[in-house]
Each structure stands twice: as structure tokens, then as C-alpha cells.
């Protein structure tokens, strides 16, 4: 006999393969041998094809929402608050006066 599941266990399921998904697209977790072996064969190639490689390899994560594809020039911005940006412009004036100092006293030895 045949029971019919409850759409309320469906939809819990649901939401919890596509958490594990998540989890495992960002790369909190592993993929397993099982799973690349599904993978591969939905695609129709070899495990070792779509397995990362152990090299070293540059990942640039953009929090932003602008894309990782760029050519030349990465421009990138941050909000600094107003203070913190003057308590280094006064310290950078303080380095300044530093060194013209030591140059001073350089040039009288």
C-alpha cells in the first residue's frame, strides 16, 4: 500500500538538500566519492574531470554582488568612517614632520 507523503515533509526536505547544497557550493563541506560519481555520469565524463585539482588557485570572492570576471584594473571600495580617516591623515602629517626632522638633523652631523 502506497502512503502518500505530506507536502509539509516534502517542503522540509526540500529546504534542507538545498541548504546541504549551499554548504557545499561555498565549500563548508565535501562533496563525497558517491556524489562525484552521480555528478560525472549525469554529465556524461569522467570523475576526474570535474574533481578540483590540488593546485594552488587564486579565488577572488566579491560580497558585493559585482562580478569576479575583470580584465585590468580591479577597482575596489570601501567605506572608511570619516574619523578613522583623519586620525591617519593627522598621523601621516606626524610622520611627515618626522622625517624632514631627521633629515635636518642628518644634514647638521
Known amino acids: 500500500m502506497f502512503v502518500e507523503t505530506p507536502a509539509i515533509f516534502k517542503t522540509s526536505i526540500a ?3 538545498q541548504l546541504l547544497y549551499q554548504r557545499k557550493e561555498k565549500g563548508e563541506m565535501g562533496i563525497t566519492e558517491n556524489e562525484w560519481e552521480r555528478i560525472a555520469k ?5 570523475v576526474e574531470e ?3 585539482n590540488s593546485e594552488t588557485s587564486n579565488v577572488m570572492n566579491n560580497f558585493d554582488n ?3 570576471n575583470y580584465i585590468g584594473n580591479n ?5 572608511i568612517p570619516e574619523f578613522v ?3 591617519l591623515q593627522d598621523y601621516i602629517a606626524l610622520l ?6 631627521l633629515k635636518e638633523e642628518l644634514k647638521s652631523k
Do not use: H
Open 42 to 46: 549525469l554529465l556524461e565524463i569522467d
Open 15 to 17: 529546504k534542507s538538500e
Open 96 to 101: 611627515k614632520e618626522e622625517n624632514q626632522r
Open 50 to 52: 570535474i574533481k578540483e
Open 66 to 68: 559585482s562580478s569576479g
Open 75 to 79: 577597482n575596489n571600495y570601501c567605506n
Open 85 to 87: 580617516l583623519k586620525d
